[in-house]
């Protein structure tokens, strides 16, 4: 049982991480984009004169932050769909926590494998919200934020569990 919530809570820890700088990247792109139709659209604008010369160009441009406009939302979250991926990392963080609380406890032999599977399910059974979420949303897997993530998870057990990064890594998988 010990492996079981081990790997769940570095699961866990993962998943946040992941989260989070996932997270980074929508606000980042949803600025970026904001500020490219601004621009455009006072681009645009402001060069109405200019356009007497280029009208061709200037149709196009303004057809173009047309078409940003309508699959903007298509390209990048919506405010909404950022606003779930947030709340599912602050379940990702409660849910974390409880898991520590857990192994610490079991790992002091404050509880016994019965009193661990218990609350463990319990916690498990708890954390659907996330995977129906998860499910809503489609979160896409990318492979250089997984491997920020998996780095920044193992630097965070070995540092919060006083372990090496090769037991972070294995730490569990044996039960006692």
Known sequence: MNSIVWAELGNMKFLERYLSLYLDVLKRNSKISKALIVTFSCGGVLGWQLWDYAPLLGAALVAVIQLFTVFQEHLFMSGV????????????????????????????????????????????????????????????????????????????????????????????????
Request: include cysteine; hydrophobic fraction near 35%; aromatic fraction near 8%.
């Open 81 to 176: 769909e950022i606003t779930k991926v947030s709340d599912m990392r602050m379940r990702c963080i409660f849910h974390l926590n409880q898991l520590e609380m857990l192994w610490v406890e079991h790992h002091n032999s404050k509880i016994d494998d019965d009193a661990l599977r218990k609350r463990f399910y319990e916690i498990r059974q708890d954390m659907s919200e996330l995977h129906r979420t998860d499910n809503e949303i489609n979160l896409p897997v990318r492979g250089k934020l997984s491997k920020i993530a998996h780095q920044q998870a193992i630097d965070y057990v070995t540092v919060y569990f006083n372990l090496s990064s090769q037991e972070a890594d294995t730490s569990g998988k044996e039960d006692k």
